[in-house]
C-alpha cells in the first residue's frame, strides 16, 4: 500500500470578497523515494479507467505556458519536471509535494523547483497551470525541455495539440 501524508491547507485570510489560503510559498525537489512513491501511485491509476484531460499552451514572450483542467474525483500524476517554474492552482486539490500532501483550496500562485514529480487529488475541478522560460519554437521542443517523460504525457496522447499557439520569434 502506498502512503501520501495528508495535511489541511494552512493560513487563510479575507482580502476584500475573496478568500485567499496561504499554504505554501515554494514547491521543492522532492527526494527519490518521494519520486518513486509517485511512480508506485503511477502504475495503480494506469490500471483504472482513465479520463481524457485537454491541455492548453501558449508560446509566447519567452515562456511556455500549459494548462490542464483536473476534474473532481480524479487523481493524477504529473511527469517528472526537469526545469524550475512557476505553478498556479486554482480550484481544490490535494497536491503531494514530497514530504507531506497539502489541500489548495482557491487560487495560489507558486514557485515549483526542478526535481518534481507530483501526485493530485481534485475535490473540485482544478485548473493547474505551469509556465517557465524557454526559446522552445514548438510545444513539442518545450515539453522535451521540461521533462524526459515528454513521451507519458496526456498532451501527446490527444489526437491533436489543443489550444497550441506559437507566438514565439524562430
Same mark, same amino acid.
Request: net charge negative; with cysteine; aromatic share 6%.
Given at each position: ?35 518513486? &512513491? ?49 505553478? +498556479?492552482?486554482?480550484?481544490? +486539490? ?15 500562485v507558486?514557485q515549483? &523547483? ?22 522552445a ?17 496526456? &498532451? ?15
Amino acid at each position: 500500500m502506498i502512503e501520501i501524508p495528508m495535511v489541511q491547507a494552512a493560513t487563510s485570510f479575507n482580502y476584500g470578497e475573496q478568500q485567499l489560503a496561504a499554504a505554501r510559498q515554494h514547491v521543492r525537489a522532492m527526494a527519490p523515494e518521494a519520486v518513486q &512513491s509517485v511512480r508506485d501511485l503511477e502504475a495503480l491509476t494506469e490500471q483504472l479507467p482513465q479520463v481524457d484531460i485537454a491541455t492548453d499552451h501558449v508560446l509566447h514572450a519567452g515562456t511556455y505556458t500549459r494548462t490542464i483542467t483536473i476534474p473532481a474525483g480524479v487523481v493524477l500524476t504529473g511527469a517528472l519536471i526537469r526545469v524550475d517554474t512557476v505553478l +498556479v492552482i486554482n480550484g481544490d +486539490v490535494a497536491v503531494f509535494m514530497g514530504d507531506e500532501t497539502i489541500r489548495l483550496a482557491g487560487y495560489h500562485v507558486l514557485q515549483a &523547483s526542478a526535481g518534481r514529480k507530483q501526485a493530485f487529488y481534485a475535490h473540485g475541478d482544478t485548473q493547474v497551470t505551469m509556465i517557465f522560460a524557454t526559446a522552445a519554437t514548438s510545444v513539442e521542443q518545450a515539453e522535451n525541455e521540461f521533462t524526459n517523460e515528454a513521451d507519458r504525457l496526456l &498532451s501527446r496522447r490527444q489526437p491533436e495539440i489543443q489550444g497550441e499557439e506559437l507566438c514565439q520569434e524562430q
